[in-house]
């Protein structure tokens, strides 16, 4: 069993124990579940279209930063101007949280999105009650009609959908998909191996009704204005800022440098 093949077993069991504590009726009564949501897709148009990340751990990399708050992290990015945030919300591989989906939404009101391995519609509810905006599929571990059913749900609940994938064989199974983003991951989820390549590759097979995003192993400003050229509007950035002592701080120096290449 490669790593992404254990995450999703664990995540099954996960997901069956959540729904019999709490169940999806109740979670619709949280206030945030009627909240709008913010767009990050129009937000990537507009902005930096930085997405910048909270990640504690990976199994790639293991300990990136233990030691900070989610609430600064998070407000420290809006003040950087980056135009969504991710929140890592696995608990047992990156050491995150629904918590710090909350506590993140609580500190600032840019987009969020959901960083999860989303394999029923219980997680959609979830992301929402919490205060998410947008949630990821990852096409690598679902198939053609739940990557439809679960996005349709999320299209529902007002949320914009950012669609993972790493190949081309998961881009076709994407492409009747009602997702806002098409989300290229640089690393192989199954390998750990990463190359920005990979989002040039693929630029061009990704139709031009989905905003394009490049996600993973991005360490530099002049990666992004590589990728700018092959139509990318979005750019998931999380260990570079992460394994810094003040990611906002961080964030905000390569959101400077950026401008100053424009
Ligand atoms: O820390 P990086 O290399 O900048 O990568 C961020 C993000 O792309 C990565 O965390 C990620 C991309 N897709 C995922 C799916 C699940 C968990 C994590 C991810």
């Known amino acids: 069993m490669n790593i992404l093949d254990k995450i999703i077993a664990d995540k099954f069991r996960e997901v069956e124990l959540k729904k019999s504590l709490i169940p999806a009726s109740q979670l619709q009564n949280s206030v945030l579940y009627k909240r709008k949501c913010i767009s990050l897709a129009e937000n990537l148009k507009k902005g930096s279209g930085i997405i910048a990340e909270h990640k ?60 999860e391995f989303m394999i029923d519609e219980y997680q959609v509810t979830e992301a929402k009650a919490y205060g998410a905006d947008a949630i990821l599929l990852i096409a690598a571990v679902l198939t053609e009609k739940q990557l439809i059913y679960l996005a349709n749900s999320a299209k529902n609940l007002g949320m914009d959908v950012l669609l993972e994938i ?18 290229v991951n640089n690393r192989n989820l ?48 999380g260990e570079n800022f992460m394994k810094t002592s003040n990611p906002g701080a961080a964030a905000q120096d390569f959101i400077k440098e950026l401008k100053s290449l424009a």
């Open 190 to 237: 199954k390998t750990f191996e990463v190359s920005i390549d990979n989002s040039k590759k693929l630029a061009e097979l990704i139709p031009s009704n989905f905003i394009k995003v490049s996600e993973s192993g991005i360490s530099n400003t002049g990666a992004i204005a590589d990728l700018k050229k092959y139509g990318y509007q979005g750019f998931l950035i």
């Open 166 to 183: 790493h190949n081309e064989e998961e881009l076709q199974k994407s492409l009747r998909v009602n997702a806002d983003m098409i989300g």
């Open 56 to 115: 504690r751990r990976s199994p790639s990399k293991s300990v990136i930063n233990q030691d900070l708050n989610v609430q600064d992290v998070a407000a420290g990015y809006e003040k950087a101007e980056v135009s969504g945030i991710s929140v890592l919300t696995d608990g047992k591989y990156f050491g995150g949280s629904l918590e710090d989906l909350l506590y993140a939404r609580a500190s600032v009101n840019i987009p969020i999105l959901r960083k």
